[in-house]
């Protein structure tokens, strides 16, 4: 089991950037594929939806289209760590953003693939 902790998310304008990270603890960190999805509050009931991928060693992403172009995966291997930097933000990112460890990169936009997830960090954007 992977300890997931999310961390920088907060309230800013539209336009505005922001970048959140997610600390992982208790397992060899670059087994996993992590990813980035995000619940919207006024979708309790509905799945998680989609934001970014990234693969063990980094060489690959994937992003949702909503947010290709303005949003950017990495991560630091060597800090078990994930980060997701958010420029050029809208109002409708506003969510709740949660970091998920997972190992199978072929399913890695459905949050199914994801085994361990942290408990979110809030994302406010106003206009």
């Known amino acids: 089991q992977v300890q997931l902790v999310e961390s920088g998310g907060g309230l800013v304008q539209a336009g505005d950037s922001l970048r959140l990270s997610c600390a992982a603890s208790g397992r060899t960190f670059n087994n996993y594929i992590m990813g980035w999805f995000r619940q919207f509050r006024q979708a309790p009931g509905k799945e998680r939806e989609f934001v970014a991928a990234i693969s063990w060693t980094g060489g690959a992403t994937e992003y949702a289209d909503s947010v290709k172009g303005r949003f950017t995966i990495s991560r630091d291997n060597t800090k078990n760590t994930v980060y997701l930097q958010m420029n050029s933000l809208k109002p409708e990112d506003t969510a709740v953003y949660y970091c998920?460890?997972?190992?199978?990169?072929?399913?890695?936009?459905?949050?199914?693939?994801?085994?361990?997830w942290g408990l979110g960090t809030q994302v406010t954007v106003s206009s």
């Open positions: 998920g460890a997972g190992t199978n990169w072929s399913i890695s936009r459905n949050s199914y693939a994801y085994n361990d």
